[in-house]
């Protein structure tokens, strides 16, 4: 059982929306669409739904060919943001409300409904009424809803952002437990790298329509294809600053020196986009390979153990995430320091040149 698009493309009054792809996503998997705002993933999900009409290619469910077929016609189940229970029911009667639009019998509706309610944990809850649950039962409702129809395609559209943060732990824990429960494809959109790293399976990344990659959720991470990948999965956004490689020596932005890593002796000697994560900036050198990049303190941000420090390098803004609270003043010059085992290499088309080599030992 598989969902296939093929040539995919969607364009509203002549603006688009979703550019063509290819995306196939496989029986009992967990796919994960990554992407900031307005990055094209609720837009391809109305796609899969059958919600909306792609304006090229074709959409196969099954093997079936259901590219015009109503949403009401596929086995689909989509739960949004804003979850929706209908508040004078029960629990249990919002979880039957969609077997019995289907005609199911009374005993295949309790059998239905008490299955559901065990696997997500709301069997204790069934006579209460919506409104007298927590946030996290509420939507566990909403996607008891959309499961109990036994749906070979579910698709959850960012359904953890309304929620508080421990509400949502508690379900980012439980989502892939419900999924390995229910054998469907699950499709779960979200702007956050750290949701998707967290949910495992496979992540698709977006960015303004496009998917620029597609595969196992860690090897996305550890292998972006190219920059725009790196950037949309690094929270905050990968850094970048100019590099050229010159035998066995990197120089960075024409003023920090490293030497080229074992794995970088084949690569030709030209001049790349180097990238670094947030959290491999440092405020103290702790090897003598590191580079030094002086810099200049735009902003702090103190989360408690951490600190984030927006920093700007010639006319670079970047973002470190370092271990610690760190109340530095804005405008004063600072040193950081990077392994440069954490760099990443880009060509001038931003298709990835070589990975860090951390990546390739993890």
């Known amino acids: 059982m598989t969902l296939e ?55 196969h469910w099954q093997g079936k060919d259901v590219t015009g077929q109503r949403v009401q016609d596929r086995k689909v189940a989509m739960v949004y943001q804003q979850f929706i ?80 943060y421990k509400l949502r732990e ?19 959109a979200t702007t956050e790298p750290e949701e998707a790293l967290l949910l495992g399976g496979n992540t698709a990344t977006l960015w303004e329509g496009r998917v620029t ?8 991470y550890r292998l972006p294809a190219d920059a725009q990948t790196a950037r949309v999965f690094s929270d905050p956004p990968m850094n970048f600053v100019p590099c050229r490689k010159d035998g066995q020596r990197l120089t960075f932005a024409d003023v920090a020196h490293a030497p080229a890593a074992a794995s970088l002796s084949d690569l030709p000697n030209a001049s790349y986009l180097a990238g670094f994560r947030a959290n491999h900036i440092t405020l103290n050198r702790h090897s003598g390979d590191s580079v030094e990049f002086r810099c200049k303190v735009a902003a702090t941000e103190i989360t408690g153990s951490e600190t984030f ?48 080599p951390y990546a390739m030992a993890a």
């Open 85 to 164: 229970n209908y508040p004078a029911m029960s629990v249990y009667e919002n979880i039957a409300s969609p077997l019995r639009l289907m005609g199911k019998s009374t005993a295949e509706i309790d059998r239905a409904v008490r299955e559901t309610a065990d696997m997500l944990r709301l069997t204790p809850m069934l006579q209460r009424k919506p409104l007298e649950l927590s946030g996290g039962q509420q939507q566990r409702c909403a996607l008891a809803r959309a499961l109990v129809k036994g749906a070979g395609l579910v698709l959850l559209d960012e359904p953890l952002a309304n929620l508080d």
């Open 5 to 59: 698009l093929q040539g995919v493309s969607r364009s509203v009054a002549g603006r688009v929306h979703i550019h063509a792809l290819d995306l196939t996503l496989e029986n009992g998997t967990m796919n994960v669409l990554l992407g900031p705002t307005l990055s094209g993933k609720t837009s391809l999900m109305r796609l899969m739904a059958g919600l909306d009409q792609p304006t090229t290619g074709r959409i």
């Open 309 to 356: 420090v927006h920093l700007d390098h010639g006319s670079d803004r970047w973002v470190g995430l370092v271990h610690g609270v760190h109340p530095l003043d804005a405008g004063a010059p600072v040193s950081i320091y990077l392994d440069p085992t954490h760099v990443y290499l880009f060509d001038s088309a931003g298709r990835l040149a070589a990975p860090a």
């Open 213 to 220: 990659q597609f595969g196992p959720t860690p090897q996305v």
């Open 170 to 188: 508690e379900l980012r824990i439980e989502i892939p437990r419900i999924f390995e429960a229910s054998g469907a494809i699950f499709v779960y």
